[in-house]
């Protein structure tokens, strides 16, 4: 995959996988820690080297599902972490190392940023 790092070919891929993909989505890095049918990335989204969007979660107690949602245009900064069930709202922007947490939904046009993130 670090060969088609920031291609059209790694959208493909993940494609093949099952992923969700929209249009003229750019991904800098490899950032699907679960390439399955609970990632969804709509068109015109970026997601910068070093994110994370973890269709599943597993504690001491229970193995969760959920699906995270990148809605139109919005853009991830690097390391990001969204976890199952957390919608990053339309042209919204997570900044680096930000994390969002499950069942998290953010409103569209905001920049977020935090542990966990928060609109600033």
């Keep these: ?3 088609w790092t920031g291609s059209p070919v790694l959208c493909v891929f993940y494609r093949l996988m099952g992923v ?3 249009d003229s989505v750019h991904l800098a890095g490899a950032p699907l820690t679960d390439p399955s049918k609970r990632i969804r990335i709509e068109s015109g989204s970026t997601l910068d080297d070093g994110c ?8 001491h107690e229970s ?9 139109e245009g919005a853009v991830l900064g690097a390391a990001v972490m969204a976890l199952p069930g957390s919608v990053v709202g339309p042209s919204s922007y997570v900044q680096t ?6 069942q998290q939904s953010t409103q569209g046009k905001c920049i977020l940023s935090g542990l966990p993130a928060t609109d600033v």
């Design 20 to 22: 969700e993909i929209g």
């Design 63 to 71: 193995l969760e599902f959920g699906h995270v949602d990148v809605q």
């Design 97 to 102: 190392r930000s994390l969002i947490l499950p």
């Design 52 to 59: 994370h969007l973890v269709g599943h979660s597993l504690t």
């Design 1 to 3: 995959l670090q060969m």
